[in-house]
């Protein structure tokens, strides 16, 4: 069983910085691919970027692409999300999720079979 807890949401102004954590339990976490989820209100969940089990590849939806940049410390057993100019239609609860499948990057939500409990990002003046 993996344990995923999503940590530094908060409000930050247009054009601003924040660094998402989701701190995985189980050393078997380590071989999963790990992503990042989003849903704004009255939306769907939506794929937002993702970091192969391998090590070897990361994938970004398009709407942040240049912008935000995953990362992992297998030592750790943390992913990071770093979201650099930040707009207010980032605005959502991002949820951190784990692929326990070894295969490449999937961008369904349906192939996430572990999810962390979300944290508000809200983007406002």
């Known amino acids: 069983q993996v344990q995923l807890v999503e940590s530094g949401g908060g409000l930050v102004q247009p054009g601003g910085s924040l660094r998402l954590s989701c701190a995985a339990s189980?050393?078997?976490?380590?071989?999963?691919?790990m992503g990042w989820f989003r849903q704004a209100p009255g939306k769907e969940r939506e794929f937002v970027a993702a970091?192969?089990?391998?090590?070897?590849?990361?994938y970004y939806a398009d709407s942040v692409k240049g912008r935000f940049t995953i990362s992992r410390d297998n030592a750790k057993n943390t992913v990071y999300l770093q979201m650099n100019s930040l707009k207010p239609e980032d605005t959502a609860v991002y949820y951190c999720?784990?692929?326990?499948?070894?295969?490449?990057?999937?961008?369904?939500?349906?192939?996430?079979?572990?999810w962390g409990q979300g944290t508000q990002v809200t983007v406002s003046s």
């Open positions: 970091f192969s089990w391998s090590g070897a590849s990361t």
């Open positions: 999720a784990a692929d326990s499948v070894l295969r490449p990057i999937k961008t369904r939500r349906e192939a996430y079979d572990y």
């Open positions: 189980g050393r078997t976490a380590r071989r999963y691919t």
